[in-house]
């Protein structure tokens, strides 16, 4: 598979180095975990994008390590909300443009505030999904943060 996707072209344009790197689907197992296994990479380094909604804000981004789980009072504190909740999975794909299991912090319909782990600043490179189940980008975190606008957050 070597499909150019949305978010790759818009890294194109922005002359942001990645590289795109193909995983086998299985649609049982669409966790971070089996992404890491399959890329024979540590979980640490490859990073979910969950989408959140805000009782004050809105949609929200978080991307984190695939060992780690979203805590949710946590989440809503450093994105300014009192009280948060994962995106209903039949919202994700109108809000964002992306399905579980390929959703990147990149291209999405339209900006959403985001927030990286500040683990992602340990790895020279980390994996994040390239818009489709399938591929992911690996890329230096801190180009990948600047692009989209997003804050650092320790949790």
Known sequence: MDRKTNAARLLDAAGIPYE???YEVDE?????????????EDLDRVFKTLVL????TGPF???MPGSLEVDLKAAAGISGNKNCEM????ELQPLTGYVRGGCSPVGMKKPFPTFVHESALLYETIFVSAGV???QFRIAPQALIDFIGAKIYPL
């Open 20 to 22: 795109l790197v193909p």
């Open 28 to 40: 049982a197992h669409l966790e971070a975990g089996h992404i890491a296994a399959q890329l024979g």
């Open 53 to 56: 909604r805000g009782d004050r």
């Open 61 to 63: 981004v978080c991307v």
């Open 87 to 90: 995106l209903h999975l039949k």
């Open 133 to 135: 189940r399938g591929l």
